[in-house]
């Protein structure tokens, strides 16, 4: 890449962002052209200020990487894609083999600098052969500059639960967590007529146990991040569903990227919790879970959450800041797993059933309680005993609450997500006490708003509220 090059694709660049058209790099490259000097190594800079407003244009910025990818083209825009593949068995690395040896003394490691080796690490979607690449390139193509939307309705009751007696808690414990019920991958590919699955968190791995990717749901393109906890034959890769670091910062890489090309967000919850070792703490578990919290609160697309099984602590609630709530009917949603609260309060965890019953982390409870919006039923019995029916009417909820939400603008859609969370658990609480308790107070309450301005002590009365000394504030 030299100057007249480097002007070029930055003019391509700016060509798509105007025209509102995606943009698609293919690399083949040395690098920066060294003949030039500084003025060639300066078209990286020049070159990624452009993808900068593309991305601001909301247009989709695709990469296939080549045999060889390397230096400063590697180093600049080929990695700022949103979405990146490669061939098989391309070299991809900063610096070539003959420079690397030369300048470090040592030949290249066998199998290192490779799109495998890449992929493995988290930085590449996927390796394509060349002759799969047009296919693939067209249907993420054909999802980002055309999102399709079908108007209607969606067919399901999801109130119908409601109605059923009060579950037992423990009981649902055991068929949120049964082996049989359908996980988020089946889900997905029930649910999806298409769908481009993406992969790693552009900073050191590709976590199993969260799958994310971009698909056709009964005509609305939505990107998809989803829990899964596995089948029984690849349940310890997926590790029960428990996420790792790199798997939220991957989750957080697709809600990033539903927010700048402004299409819809579909997660699917589905764990125990995150997974829990010195090592994830270490990778910055916690942090992780926090930006996805923060991104999700804030993404200006729709947003809709559904609970499919077990949706335990933080790792459950980092998929959950959403418009739209929605629960399983044999889901449970809970702060700790009823195990883990037992053993903190009861200090015995055989009391997991009494303390899964004091949780309220039932379907029911949770609509009670305002953390889910509407409640999915189930057949008879369950998920696992027809998933294919838990299937359609799952579909049937969140096309129900898409299509409700798509109506609304982006800034009210932060707003009203903002005001939802603020709002649950707020409850008007009534007290009765006798007139003489309320009149031995009367008289300090009245000397304290007396210190105040009168307009503001005023409207401290009107409002209900009560100063005391101290000057603090209490509700009714």
């Given amino acids: 890449m030299g100057e007249v090059a480097g002007e070029r694709i930055a003019r391509s660049l700016d060509r798509a962002a105007e025209t509102g058209t995606p943009f698609l790099l293919i690399t083949a490259t040395g690098g920066a052209r060294m003949q030039e000097g500084m003025v060639s190594l300066v078209q990286m800079a020049a070159v990624a200020s452009s993808v900068t407003r593309l991305k601001q244009a909301g247009q989709p910025f695709i990469a296939v990487l080549t045999d060889p990818t390397t230096g400063g083209v590697y180093a600049s825009y080929a990695s700022l894609a949103d979405f990146t593949f490669a061939e098989p068995g391309a070299l991809i690395g900063f610096a070539g083999p003959r420079v690397f040896e030369m300048l470090t003394g040592h030949p290249r490691p066998r199998g290192t600098q490779s799109a495998e080796v890449l992929y493995e690490h988290g930085w590449i979607d996927a390796i394509t052969d060349r002759t799969r690449l047009q296919g693939d390139l067209a249907t993420l193509l054909r999802f980002n500059h055309h999102p399709r939307k079908k108007k209607g309705h969606g067919r399901s009751d999801p109130e119908r639960a409601l109605s059923n007696p009060r579950r037992d808690a423990w009981a649902t414990v055991q068929m949120a967590r049964d082996a049989n019920r359908p996980t988020a991958q089946f889900y997905l590919q029930g649910m999806l007529t298409e769908f481009v699955e993406l992969h790693g968190d552009r900073q050191s791995g590709d976590d199993p146990a ?16 989803a829990l899964e906890r596995g089948s029984e034959s690849d349940r310890e890769r997926r590790r029960n569903g428990q996420a790792r670091a790199d798997g939220y910062r991957k989750a957080l890489r697709v809600m990033r990227l539903a927010g700048q090309l402004r299409i819809p967000l579909l997660t ?3 764990t125990p919790g995150a997974w829990l070792d010195a090592e994830t703490d270490a990778n910055g578990l916690a942090p992780a879970i926090a930006a996805c919290l923060a ?4 993404l200006p697309v729709p947003t809709i959450a559904a609970v499919i099984g077990e949706g335990g602590s933080g790792g459950a609630l980092a998929l959950g800041i959403a418009d739209r709530i929605l629960m399983q009917e044999t889901a449970v949603y809970s702060v700790i797993a009823p195990e883990g609260a037992a053993a903190i309060i009861y200090r015995d965890p055989n009391l997991a059933p009494t303390a899964a019953d004091r949780l309220k982390l039932t379907a029911a409870d949770c609509h009670k309680l305002g953390v889910v919006d509407a409640i999915v039923p189930e057949p008879e019995g369950g998920a696992s005993i027809d998933p294919n029916q838990a299937m359609r009417l799952l579909q049937d909820c969140i096309v129900h609450a898409l299509i409700d939400v798509q109506q609304m603008s982006p800034g009210k859609l932060v707003e009203q997500r903002d005001l939802k969370f603020r709002k649950m658990g707020q409850r008007t609480i009534h007290v009765r006490r006798p007139w003489h308790t309320v009149k031995r107070f009367q008289a300090p309450l009245v000397q304290a708003t007396s210190r105040l301005p009168q307009h503001l002590a005023g ?18």
């Fill in 210 to 225: 969260v799958i994310c990717g971009i698909g056709d749901l009964a005509g609305h393109t939505v990107f998809v991040v």
């Fill in 268 to 270: 699917l919850i589905d």
């Fill in 295 to 298: 991104a999700m609160a804030a």
């Fill in 459 to 476: 409207r401290l009365r009107r409002s209900g509220a009560i100063v005391i000394p101290g000057g603090e504030l209490a509700g009714g």
